[in-house]
């Protein structure tokens, strides 16, 4: 279950840039050839989030479609089922232009830091 191993970079990444303020939402950037299952990375999410700033964090996953340029005759097809293949030409020789992003694209933390004391 590779969402979980995604799922704590996202968490790592997301703390590094809180410094200590609690995460209340991370925006995420995924590409279609990542193969993600929403629902599965959003339970790794809160599963690796727990305990951390970014527990109870909500998670946004926006969803990359896949493209790429065919080296064999340059057209540009929009890539949405395996094997990967030219709709022109049904070359298989890609280049891959979108569909493999995994960005963190914003996080939204709350304004005061986190006390050593809470309620
Ligand atoms: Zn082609």
């Known amino acids: ?19 200590g303020r609690r995460v209340t939402r991370v925006q995420l950037k995924v590409g279609y050839l990542r193969q993600v299952v929403p629902s599965a990375l959003t339970f790794s999410f ?8 970014a527990q109870g964090a ?6 990359v479609p896949a493209s790429g340029i065919c080296l064999q005759c340059g057209a540009q097809s929009a890539l949405d089922a395996f094997p990967l293949q030219c709709s022109a030409c049904g070359g ?8 493999e992003e995994l960005i ?7 304004e005061q830091e986190i006390g050593t004391h809470s309620g």
């Open 1 to 19: 279950m590779h969402e979980l191993s995604i799922a704590t970079s996202i968490v790592e990444i997301a703390c590094r840039h809180a410094a």
């Open 46 to 53: 809160e599963l690796v989030a727990d305990g951390t700033s």
């Open 58 to 63: 909500s998670l946004d996953i926006e969803a």
């Open 92 to 99: 298989f020789l890609l280049r891959i232009v979108a569909g």
């Open 104 to 110: 963190v694209e914003s996080l939204e933390l709350e």
